[in-house]
């Protein structure tokens, strides 16, 4: 492929769920050797949080698994999203209808061709019956625990199914 697959992680906060699946994907782009093809991101539909870095429950937990999250930075998802990614992965249902909401005002030509919007989870492994990221914010460690599990099984879902297209 002559040029990199963009994928983007969304959640509410972007301060625990996608910033996790931000930094478990990476990690299996890079130990796949793909870094120079897969480009990856994460944003949240809120704007509570930008400027901030991933919620230190949610940085604990991936360290303690191997993945880094100190670098990444919230931000909000905007138009130009739709425009540049081509896979477009909510944590939940809300999110998803957040995206469809916002992208509605846009026109096709406003839209990248062939453009993936799905919820992350349906890249899964079927072990797992939830079909949605749970928000772990206001629980405690062991939600981040369990994120963690959801996300690490989707991301090798998602690798697949990258790579099965490059
Ligand atoms: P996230 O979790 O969407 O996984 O980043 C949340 C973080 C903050 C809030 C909600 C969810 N909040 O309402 O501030």
């Known amino acids: ?17 996608s910033p996790t699946a931000h930094g478990v994907f990476l990690k299996r782009v890079a130990d796949a050797g793909l870094a120079d093809q897969i480009e990856v991101d994460s944003c ?13 429950r949610a940085t604990a937990a991936a360290a303690s698994r191997g993945y880094q999250l100190d670098s990444l930075r919230a931000r909000q998802l905007t138009l130009e999203d739709f425009g540049f990614y081509d896979y477009i992965l909510p944590m939940d249902r809300s999110n998803m209808a957040d995206i469809h909401g916002l992208a509605s005002g846009l026109s096709e030509s406003d839209i990248k061709q062939d453009q993936v919007v799905r919820l992350f ?10 079909v949605e990221v749970p928000d772990p914010y206001y629980g405690g460690d062991q939600g981040f625990e369990h994120v963690l599990d959801l996300i690490e099984s989707a991301a090798t879902g998602l690798l697949a199914d990258i790579q099965a297209r490059m």
């Open 121 to 130: 989870l349906s890249f899964a492994a079927d072990e797992f019956d939830e």
């Open 44 to 56: 949240g539909t809120g704007g509570w949080h930008v400027g901030e870095r991933p919620d230190r």
């Open 1 to 17: 492929m002559d040029r990199p697959v963009r994928v983007l992680f969304v959640c509410l906060g972007n301060i625990c769920r």
